[in-house]
């Protein structure tokens, strides 16, 4: 079988699963702790995951009374960017925020 061959029937395959098979989805969760302060997981939160104010206020406060709290459903490559960049920010204000990805 020729190279071009096997490749045809990659991208066939990839194809067909790209119109049976629906990606799966990555919650972002963000997790408590005593020190992050909470104007800077608003920022997170807006900036970020581009949550209006309202909201990201409401979900700092959940993560805060709960423990853990949902930001955002993505595919893995964005979930993980988004991951990267809430640790990469908060590392560099000195904040010890946790964030984790789940399949959901
Ligand atoms: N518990 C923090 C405080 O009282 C606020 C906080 C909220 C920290 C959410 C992390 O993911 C977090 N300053």
């Known amino acids: 079988m020729s190279q071009n061959q096997t490749r045809r029937d990659a ?20 997790l408590n702790d005593d020190y992050t302060t909470m104007d800077f997981v608003v920022e997170v939160l ?19 009374h709960e423990g ?12 993980d960017t988004k991951q990267q960049q809430v640790l990469q920010r908060a590392r560099q204000e000195g904040h010890p925020l946790q964030c984790i990805v789940e399949e959901v």
Request: proline share 6%; charged share 25%.
């Open 11 to 30: 991208e066939t395959d990839l194809l067909n699963r790209s119109k049976t098979t629906p990606p799966k989805r990555y919650g972002v969760y963000l």
């Open 46 to 64: 807006t900036g970020i995951f581009m949550l209006p104010e309202e909201r990201a206020v409401a979900v700092m406060l959940l993560v805060h």
């Open 68 to 79: 853990k709290g949902l930001c955002g459903v993505y595919t893995r490559d964005i979930a």
